[in-house]
Nanobody, 122 residues
């Protein structure tokens, strides 16, 4: 069982930055691929970024490439999403997720956090 707790969300002006963190419980964190998804009101959950268990492989949605950076610290059992040049359309609840094996762009993950709200004002 893995428990995930996100933090770092908030209100920011367009063009600003935020860093989300997702802290995981358990002793085998490096065996889990991690991902970030987001969900805006009335919309489906959307893939944002993912990272392999080792951290050497990453993937990101086209809408955030060049602006968001996904990283992880397997000593601290934490994954990060550095979000730069934020836009109003980035406003959503952001969720981190974990799965064994490789990462997926679809929400086929075994464990989910409770989400953290990110609001970008224009």
């Amino acid at each position: 069982q893995v428990q995930l707790v996100e933090s770092g969300g908030g209100l920011v002006q367009a063009g600003g930055s935020l860093r989300l963190s997702c802290a995981a419980s358990g002793r085998t964190f490096s065996s889990y691929a991690m991902a970030w998804f987001r969900q805006a009101p009335g919309k489906e959950r959307q893939f944002v970024a993912a990272i392999s268990g080792s951290g050497y492989s990453t993937n990101a949605a086209d809408s955030v490439k060049g602006r968001f950076l996904n990283s992880r610290d397997n000593v601290r059992n934490t994954v990060y999403l550095q979000m730069n040049s934020l836009k109003p359309e980035d406003t959503a609840v952001y969720y981190c997720a974990a799965r064994t094996g490789g990462y997926r762009r679809l929400p086929e993950y075994d464990y989910w956090g409770q989400g953290t709200q990110v609001t970008v004002s224009s």
